[in-house]
């Protein structure tokens, strides 16, 4: 599997980098994993967006899906004779409608007490602690290589064992260590302690902040990752797990 990543900014895009959205390959195929602003004009930097093959949302905050619509539309401008498989949660239900689209694009729900089977991959999920519905992936090839992306949570127990023994960790990691108490997103100290208790060969923090060095940020995820290495999420990366 290759991940590349087309965004990493938590809440909006800054200084022409988008929000989440990476690209996953398998083989010959393509998918996208979360769909934030600007993941569409990235993405077309590397493939065409209407060759691929399907889209896995984590859940429907803006950040994770405003590009979305946009990729409807160029499906459907393409004229493609395939609908685009988008992947959600069916917690939402209005938003879960939405990506179904004309001849474009079909919404297939996923759910968190079974696997999901996409072509050679398969994708457990796990609701993590969010404002809204958010889904974490645990994604296991065919040759049982595993990428774990927590999406959008707090620290809570349940996330190390669903991280153990990853081969890479795609962690939300939007606030520095001194930032505590109650939050939506994992601060670095909880960021890189997950990786140490879980035992991932490899962690990547993303879902950044702005206004934050990501060379602070990287340093302090570090310190608590302990041997596990770490890298920061930034445009165009690509890790082959």
Same mark, same amino acid.
């Given at each position: 599997?290759?991940?590349?990543?087309?965004?990493?900014y938590g809440g909006y895009p800054y200084k022409g980098i988008g929000t989440s959205g990476y690209l996953l390959r398998d083989s010959d195929k393509s998918y996208?994993?979360?769909?934030? !602003?600007?993941? &569409?004009?990235?993405?077309?930097?590397?493939?065409?967006?209407?060759? @691929?093959?399907?889209?896995?949302?984590?859940?429907? %905050?803006?950040? %994770?899906?405003?590009?979305?619509?946009? @990729?409807?539309? #160029?499906? &459907?401008?393409?004229?493609?004779?395939?609908? &685009?498989?988008?992947?959600? =949660?069916?917690?939402?239900?209005?938003?879960?409608?939405? @990506? !179904?689209?004309?001849?474009?694009?079909?919404?297939?729900?996923?759910?968190?007490?079974?696997?999901?089977?996409?072509?050679?991959?398969?994708?457990?999920?796990?609701?993590?602690?969010? *404002?809204?519905?958010?889904?974490?992936?645990?994604?296991?090839?065919?040759?049982?290589?595993?990428?774990?992306?927590?999406? $959008?949570?707090?620290?809570?127990?349940?996330?190390?064992?669903?991280?153990?023994?990853?081969?890479? &960790?795609?962690?939300?990691?939007?606030?520095?260590?001194?930032?505590?108490?109650?939050?939506? =997103?994992?601060?670095?100290? #909880?960021?890189?302690?997950?990786?140490? #208790? !879980?035992?991932?060969?490899?962690?990547?923090? !993303? =879902?950044?902040?702005?206004?934050?060095?990501? $060379?602070?940020?990287?340093?302090?995820?570090?310190?608590?990752?302990?041997?596990? *290495?770490?890298?920061?999420?930034?445009?165009?990366?690509?890790?082959?797990?």
């Open positions: 599997m290759l991940v590349t990543v087309l965004g990493f996208l994993i979360d769909c934030g !602003s600007g993941v &569409l004009n990235s993405l077309a930097s590397y493939m065409k967006p209407t060759d @691929l093959d399907g889209v896995i949302l984590s859940h429907y %905050h803006h950040d %994770h899906t405003a590009d979305v619509g946009v @990729l409807q539309y #160029e499906w &459907l401008a393409a004229k493609k004779e395939n609908l &685009l498989p988008i992947y959600g =949660h069916t917690q939402d239900f209005v938003n879960f409608a939405q @990506l !179904s689209f004309d001849n474009a694009t079909k919404g297939i729900a996923y759910n968190d007490y079974e696997p999901t089977q996409i072509d050679n991959l398969k994708f457990e999920f796990m609701k993590t602690v969010h *404002p809204v519905p958010a889904y974490a992936m645990r994604i296991t090839d065919k040759n049982g290589k595993v990428i774990v992306y927590t999406a $959008d949570t707090t620290y809570f127990d349940g996330l190390v064992d669903f991280a153990k023994d990853a081969d890479l &960790l795609i962690a939300d990691t939007n606030f520095p260590e001194d930032v505590t108490g109650r939050k939506a =997103h994992l601060n670095t100290k #909880e960021a890189g302690t997950l990786a140490k #208790e !879980s035992n991932v060969k490899r962690l990547m923090i !993303s =879902h950044l902040p702005q206004t934050v060095d990501a $060379d602070t940020m990287l340093s302090q995820s570090q310190k608590y990752a302990e041997n596990v *290495p770490v890298i920061h999420a930034f445009q165009g990366l690509e890790i082959e797990v």
